[in-house]
């Protein structure tokens, strides 16, 4: 008899961008918090990655902005 193993697929992580496309002085993105070398990698990033960005870099990049 086969054994059945649940498959429970995880969400991918989506885009933080928000349409407000343009660089500040220090090469962030006024909308996202990302620089450009960022927002061009963000397709190959792994799932990990991306969460780490949205959970902690840029929260952080935007509480130093206010």
């Not at 220090?26 to 990655?49: F, V, Y």
Request: with cysteine; hydrophobic share 40%; net charge negative.
């Amino acid at each position: 008899m086969a054994r059945m193993t649940a498959y429970i697929p995880m969400a991918p992580v989506l885009t933080p961008c928000i349409g407000v496309c343009t660089l500040d002085a220090a090469g962030l993105c006024d909308g996202c918090h990302r620089n450009i070398d960022e927002i061009t990698r963000w397709s190959q990033m792994g799932e990990a990655e991306r969460q780490h960005f949205m959970d902690v870099v840029l929260p952080g990049r935007e509480a130093q902005r206010t």
